[in-house]
C-alpha cells in the first residue's frame, strides 16, 4: 500500500470512527421519543444551523455542484442565488413563526404540528404527510447511498457495490442507536469539515492556475460561453426557463421537513435570528465555493481541446476527487474523501430519522397504539429506522444496475423536489393563511406529490412547451400546483373554513 492510500484509507477510518462515537454517546441519553426524534428541544442555534446546512446540501453539493461549475462554469452561480434566497426565506421569513407554533402544540415532528395547525381528527392529513416522507425520503436516500458507492470508488478505487454497503452499515449504526441527537452532533462535525473544505479547495485550485485571470483565460479558450451567465445560446427563451429552474431549486428550503425538523429541536425562538446568519453565510460560501472548485478544476484537468466527460466523468461529478488529488498533498486526500461522505451522510441520517418519526409517531402511535409505553415506541422507532434504510439501500442497488448515465445532482433533486412540493407550500400557507383548511392542505399535498413525477417524466413531452418544462424542471411547476390546490381547495371548504376559526390569533401570536 502506497503514502496517498494509506492516508486515504486512514482518513476514512478516523471520520467513520468519529461517527460511531458520536452515536453511542447519543444513544446513552435515548429516553422517550421525544430526545429520539427532536432530542427534546434543547439544540442550539449555531447546531441547528450547522445540521440544517448539513442536511439540505447533500451529496450534490460536493459532486453535483462542482461538477456543474465544471460543465456550465458561470452558470451554476444561478444554484448558489436560489440556495442562499430559499435558506434565507426559510429562517427569517418562516423559522420562527413555526417555531413559536410547534412550541404552542407541543409537536415533536412536521405532521405532528400540520394536524394541530388544520384541527385534523381524523388523521387523514397525518396519514398522507407520513405516507408521502416515507416514498420522497426513502428515494432521496437511495441517492446519497449511491453517491457513497461512487465517492469510495472515484476516490479509492474501491468496487462501487462495496462502497456503498460501508457508508450505509455506518450510517445505520449511528443514526438508528442515538437518533435526532447523534444526527444533530454528526451533522456539526460534518458541516465544520465540509465548510472548511469547500473553502480551502477553490482558493488552492485558483492559486495552482495562477490566479483568476488565468484560470478564466484557459476557460475562455475551451468554451467561451463557460465566463458568460446564460450559456453558448444567449438569453433565449429556452435559457430563460433553464436558469429560472436553477435559480429555483432553494424552493425546496421553504418547508421540507428534514430542514424544519430543527427549528422544533431548538430551544427558544429567539435564537432563529443567530441561526439565519450562520446558515446563510455558510450557505454562500460553501456553494460558491463548489461552483469555483469545478471551474478551477476543469481548467486544471482538461485543458483547451480536452474531452471533458471523458476527464472529469458525466455531469462532470469526478472533478473534485481528481482535483484534490492534483492540487493537495497526500495528508490532505484522506480528509476531503471524509468531505465528501459527510455531505451524503449527514442527509441520509436525518432523512432516516424524519421517515422512521413519520412512520411510528404519526402513523404507529398516533393513529394505531396512541397509548404505547415510551421503550416499546424507541424501539419501533429503531426497527423503522432500519427497515427504511434497507429499502432505501435496495432501491439504490436497482438504479445503479439499471439505469445508465445517471449524474448524483439530477438523482438528487428528483427526492429533493417531492418532498418539497408535498410539504412546501403548504406549511408556507398554513403560517401565512389562516383561512387554509384541512382538506385544502390534503389537497395540496397530493397535488404536489402527484405533479413531481407528471412534470419529471410528462412535462418534457408536452407539445409546444415540453422543451421549456424540460429545461424549467419538475420543482417549480409541481411546487405552483401544489400552492394553487391549497388555496382553490380551501375558499370552498365552508365546513373546515369553521374549523379553523380561531387559527388567525394563534398565527398573529407567533408573529410576536
Same mark, same amino acid.
Given at each position: ?176 442507536? @442515538?437518533?435526532? +441527537?447523534? =444526527? ?6 460534518? *458541516?465544520? !469539515?465540509?465548510?472548511? #473544505?469547500?473553502?480551502? %479547495? ?94 478551477? @478544476?476543469?481548467? +486544471?484537468? =482538461? ?6 466527460? *471523458?476527464? !472529469?466523468?458525466?455531469? #462532470?461529478?469526478?472533478? %473534485? ?109 398554513? !403560517? ?81
Amino acid at each position: 500500500m502506497d503514502a496517498l492510500t494509506m492516508w486515504k484509507v486512514g482518513g476514512v477510518a478516523a471520520y467513520l470512527a468519529v461517527l460511531l462515537a458520536l452515536g453511542v454517546v447519543a444513544s446513552r441519553r435515548m429516553k422517550d421519543l421525544s430526545d429520539y426524534f427532536a432530542a427534546s428541544k434543547s439544540v442550539g442555534y449555531w447546531a441547528a444551523a450547522f445540521s440544517a446546512r448539513a442536511t439540505g446540501e447533500s451529496a450534490w453539493l460536493l459532486l453535483g455542484l462542482t461538477g456543474m461549475g465544471a460543465t456550465m462554469g458561470l452558470r451554476g452561480f444561478w444554484v448558489v442565488l436560489g440556495e442562499v434566497l430559499g435558506v434565507a426565506g426559510a429562517w427569517l421569513l418562516m423559522g420562527r413563526r413555526f417555531k413559536r407554533l410547534t412550541d404552542r402544540y407541543e409537536s415533536i415532528t412536521v405532521p405532528d404540528y400540520l394536524a394541530s395547525r388544520f384541527r385534523d381528527d381524523s388523521n387523514v392529513l397525518r396519514l398522507v404527510a407520513a405516507g408521502a416522507l416515507v416514498v420522497f425520503v426513502t428515494i432521496y436516500i437511495s441517492a446519497q447511498i449511491d453517491a457513497t458507492g461512487t465517492a469510495f470508488e472515484s476516490f479509492l478505487g474501491v468496487d462501487y457495490f462495496v462502497g456503498a454497503v460501508v457508508g450505509f452499515v455506518v450510517v445505520m449504526a449511528y443514526s438508528t442507536g @442515538g437518533g435526532f +441527537l447523534a =444526527v444533530v452532533w454528526s451533522d456539526v462535525f460534518q *458541516g465544520s !469539515l465540509m465548510f472548511l #473544505g469547500l473553502v480551502l %479547495l477553490p482558493v488552492v485550485g485558483v492559486w495552482s492556475m495562477g490566479g483568476w485571470g488565468p484560470m478564466t483565460a484557459n476557460l475562455v479558450a475551451q468554451d467561451p460561453s463557460l465566463m458568460t451567465w446564460t450559456g453558448p445560446d444567449g438569453l433565449t427563451a429556452m435559457t430563460a426557463a433553464s436558469l429560472l429552474g436553477l435559480s429555483l431549486i432553494g424552493l425546496g428550503f421553504l418547508g421540507s421537513p428534514q430542514v424544519f425538523v430543527r427549528f422544533i429541536a431548538m430551544r427558544r425562538d429567539d435564537e432563529i435570528g443567530k441561526g439565519a446568519a450562520v446558515a446563510i453565510v455558510f450557505t454562500l460560501l460553501s456553494d460558491a465555493g463548489a461552483v469555483v472548485a469545478g471551474m478551477a @478544476g476543469r481548467a +486544471l484537468l =482538461v485543458g483547451p481541446g480536452g474531452d471533458v466527460t *471523458g476527464v !472529469l466523468g458525466n455531469g #462532470g461529478q469526478d472533478v %473534485l476527487p481528481l482535483m484534490v488529488e492534483h492540487v493537495m498533498p497526500a495528508a490532505i486526500v484522506g480528509l476531503y474523501i471524509a468531505i465528501v461522505l459527510s455531505a451524503i451522510m449527514s442527509t441520509v441520517d436525518s432523512l432516516l430519522v424524519v421517515a422512521s418519526s413519520a412512520a411510528v409517531r404519526d402513523g404507529y402511535q398516533k393513529v394505531m397504539n396512541p397509548h404505547l409505553p415510551d421503550e416499546q415506541l424507541l424501539r419501533a422507532s429503531r426497527m423503522a429506522t432500519l427497515g427504511l434504510g434497507l429499502v432505501a439501500f435496495a432501491l439504490s442497488m436497482v438504479v445503479a444496475v439499471t439505469v445508465e448515465g445517471r449524474t448524483v445532482f439530477w438523482f438528487v433533486i428528483f427526492g429533493w423536489s417531492g418532498i418539497a412540493a408535498t410539504f412546501c407550500p403548504t406549511t408556507i400557507l398554513s !403560517l401565512y393563511w389562516a383561512k387554509m383548511t384541512r382538506n385544502g392542505a390534503v389537497a395540496a399535498m397530493v397535488t404536489g406529490f402527484l405533479a413531481v413525477p407528471l412534470f419529471k417524466f410528462g412535462g418534457p413531452m408536452v407539445p409546444g412547451v415540453g422543451p421549456y418544462l424540460g429545461e424549467l424542471a419538475e420543482l417549480p411547476p409541481a411546487f405552483l400546483c401544489s400552492f394553487l390546490a391549497g388555496i382553490v381547495v380551501s375558499l370552498i371548504d365552508t365546513d373546515g373554513q369553521a374549523k379553523v376559526a380561531g387559527v388567525a390569533a394563534e398565527l398573529a401570536d407567533s408573529r410576536g
